[in-house]
């Protein structure tokens, strides 16, 4: 699937807080106390949303343009900014034996995780290619959805207001 473009909110929240919010994608929100940290969470966040459509198998929605975005009444918009996302690839069933104490091992390891069973074995996979005999690997693992950055953030102008 081609990468696609989605508009993200950053607003000023209470003591002097940053939050970040895709009108396309209800519930992901990421904030900071920077605006740099609440962007960067907010590539993750979506990035995160992204992976879990897609492992429930539905589809992305079509981006919102800026100029039609509804703002939440008494919103203090900072600026707009834009994070394209290039959705996983899709999966492929496989059959695979194993022996059963082994699959108790990884559905437990897998719960212990927030993961699904399959999620797991792609985590596990993906480690066991990566892997360097002479590194050690990193234990978290990235979203399979890659985030962009496509470019500044564009301040929204408010006439009448100005900040010291």
């Given at each position: 699937?081609?990468?696609?473009?989605?508009?993200?909110?950053?607003?000023?929240?209470?003591?002097?807080?940053?939050?970040?919010?895709?009108?396309?994608?209800?519930?992901?929100?990421?904030?900071?106390?920077?605006?740099e940290e609440a962007i960067e969470k907010a590539e993750g966040a979506l990035a995160r949303?992204?992976?879990?459509?897609?492992?429930?198998?539905?589809?992305?929605?079509?981006?919102?343009?800026?100029?039609?975005?509804?703002?939440?009444?008494?919103?203090?918009?900072?600026?707009?900014?834009?994070?394209?996302?290039?959705p996983p690839d899709p999966s492929e069933r496989v059959n695979v034996y194993l022996p059963k104490s082994l699959i108790t091992r990884i559905?437990?390891?897998?719960?212990?995780?927030?993961?699904?069973?399959?999620?797991?074995?792609?985590?596990?996979?993906?480690?066991?290619?990566?892997?360097?005999?002479?590194?050690?690997?990193?234990?978290?693992?990235?979203?399979?959805?890659?985030?962009?950055?496509?470019?500044?953030?564009?301040?929204?102008?408010?006439?009448?207001?100005?900040?010291?």
């Amino acid at each position: 699937m081609k990468k696609r473009l989605y508009p993200a909110v950053l607003e000023r929240g209470p003591r002097g807080a940053l939050g970040a919010w895709f009108p396309d994608f209800p519930g992901c929100v990421a904030g900071g106390r920077s605006q740099e940290e609440a962007i960067e969470k907010a590539e993750g966040a979506l990035a995160r949303a992204v992976d879990g459509m897609a492992e429930q198998g539905r589809p992305l929605p079509a981006p919102t343009p800026i100029a039609q975005i509804a703002l939440p009444k008494g919103a203090d918009v900072v600026a707009y900014f834009i994070v394209g996302v290039d959705p996983p690839d899709p999966s492929e069933r496989v059959n695979v034996y194993l022996p059963k104490s082994l699959i108790t091992r990884i559905d437990k390891r897998a719960t212990e995780l927030g993961m699904s069973r399959s999620s797991f074995f792609g985590f596990a996979a993906t480690i066991a290619l990566d892997w360097n005999p002479g590194f050690p690997h990193a234990g978290a693992a990235d979203p399979r959805s890659k985030v962009h950055k496509t470019g500044a953030v564009r301040a929204q102008r408010r006439p009448g207001k100005r900040r010291p």
